[in-house]
């Protein structure tokens, strides 16, 4: 699978990841790869603007997102606000998003995670969770969302690589 290419620099087993945006790359010594490395991918841009935020380049995550008019350059945007953390302007984003294909396997996942998104995936009811859980410092639901946030990140990912959902 060429996302497992494009993937090969970080840390294996991938995993979750930080709830707040932290300042330059997440992982030392990796580098920003060309955007030619993108190109095999169905939506090249959205999979890097996704690369960038999973490395810890959110900056370049939001300079790449932002300029998409997809509805995955927007969900990338809206996940760079929420790590920010800049609740109004993610659910923003996510109502730009509107109802995307991969949110039934995300809600699946949430739930076999062990948290309810009710009857189907409310990006916003998710930035509510990890803004309280972040500011209440209540570790065990930080964990929790952190979790969720890499599940996403990776549906996100790989329907950016591919056009599938995994």
């Known amino acids: 699978m060429?996302?497992?290419?494009?993937?090969?620099?970080?840390?294996?087993?991938?995993?979750?990841?930080?709830?707040?945006?932290?300042?330059?790359?997440?992982?030392?010594?990796?580098?920003?790869?060309?955007?030619?490395?993108?190109?095999?991918?169905?939506?090249?841009?959205?999979?890097?603007?996704?690369?960038?935020?999973?490395?810890?380049?959110?900056?370049?995550?939001?300079?790449?997102?932002?300029?998409?008019?997809?509805?995955?350059?927007?969900?990338?945007?809206?996940i760079h606000h929420r790590m920010e953390p800049d609740a109004w302007n993610s659910k923003y984003w996510f109502r730009q998003v509107g109802s995307h294909p991969l949110y039934p396997a995300l809600a699946e996942k949430a739930r076999q995670a062990g948290w309810s998104p009710g009857p189907r995936w409310e990006p916003a009811r998710f930035v509510d969770f990890v803004l309280q859980a972040i500011e209440k410092q209540d570790e065990p639901h930080i964990e929790l969302a952190e979790s969720i946030q890499f599940l996403e990140w990776r549906l996100l990912f790989e329907f950016c690589v591919s056009g599938e959902i995994a």
Not at 12 to 34: C, D, M, N, T, V
Not at 42 to 64: I, P, R
């Open 2 to 78: 060429f996302s497992k290419e494009l993937l090969a620099g970080f840390p294996q087993p991938l995993g979750a990841f930080s709830l707040l945006e932290g300042k330059g790359g997440r992982f030392p010594g990796i580098k920003r790869p060309h955007r030619a490395t993108f190109a095999r991918c169905k939506q090249a841009a959205e999979a890097e603007a996704g690369w960038l935020l999973y490395a810890g380049f959110g900056a370049e995550c939001h300079a790449v997102a932002q300029d998409l008019s997809s509805q995955e350059g927007s969900y990338w945007h809206a």
